[in-house]
């Protein structure tokens, strides 16, 4: 089964500063999703990447996914108390259907 | 237009006895997904329904049972509930044809089991 690593599993930052995720998985990925999470809440769809070398940004939010397709990171630059939260990374399934399979998630503080 | 609805927000059951959450997918999606969230780690899928049929099942016990409506909402029932069923239930519904990869997800339903 595919499995998904996450790298930090938790983050504190300055506001203002720039700061990188990553995530890591076992298998060739099919396509990659980013979702953020406030606590207890639920996943707000970031972007989806699917082509090795792609690129995609969301707002001060920039996600690539390596040519190997199998890793993928996520950059923020210059956050911001808005981005505090738990961004998790997910597999899309090859099988026909949409199951994701998703990392344990990466906890990011921003400090004012 | 509405995002995806759950019901109801939190749950109190208690051991052995059975649950139905409910899920109002986005207008116009005709997929609806589940998932299970426990604390601390990353929602794992439990099972997909398209058109009123299911599509994909996670690795759950038969405990877990789900269907979908004529309507497209959905509904993710628990029996025999144990304490480690506790978590947040996510529902996801995704739009049909060339943007069916994106998944939008529920508020969630806190369920937790004393």
């Known amino acids: 089964s595919q499995e998904l690593e996450q790298s930090p599993q938790s983050l504190i930052v300055q506001e203002g500063k720039n700061l990188t995720i990553n995530c890591t998985s076992s298998k060739t990925l099919y396509g990659l999703y980013w979702y953020k999470q406030k606590y207890g809440e639920g996943l707000i769809f970031l972007m989806m990447?699917?082509?090795?070398?792609e690129e995609k940004s969301h707002e001060k939010i920039t996600a690539k996914l390596d040519e190997k397709k199998q890793q993928s990171s996520l950059h923020i630059t210059a956050s911001q108390p808005s981005h505090a939260g738990i961004y998790l990374c997910?597999?899309?399934?090859?099988?026909?259907?949409?199951?994701?399979?998703f990392g344990i998630g990466t906890k990011l503080q921003v400090i004012p | 237009d509405a995002g995806v609805t759950q019901s109801p927000t939190h749950l109190i059951k208690t051991r052995g006895q059975q649950v139905t959450l409910r899920c109002s997918p986005i207008s116009g999606h005709k997929s609806v997904s589940w998932y299970q969230q426990v604390l601390g780690q990353g929602p794992q899928f439990i099972f997909q329904?398209?058109?009123?049929?299911?599509?994909g099942r996670g690795n759950f016990p038969d405990r877990f049972s789900a269907r979908q409506f004529p309507n497209y909402s959905s509904e993710l029932n628990v029996n025999a509930l144990l304490l480690g069923d506790s978590a947040l239930y996510l529902c996801?519904?995704?739009?049909?044809?060339?943007?069916?990869?994106?998944?939008?997800f529920g508020p969630g339903t806190r369920l937790t089991v004393t």
């Open positions: 329904y398209y058109e009123k049929e299911e599509r």
């Open positions: 996801a519904s995704s739009p049909a044809g060339g943007r069916a990869f994106e998944q939008y």
């Open positions: 990447l699917q082509k090795g070398g």
């Open positions: 997910g597999a899309a399934n090859s099988g026909g259907y949409q199951k994701v399979t």
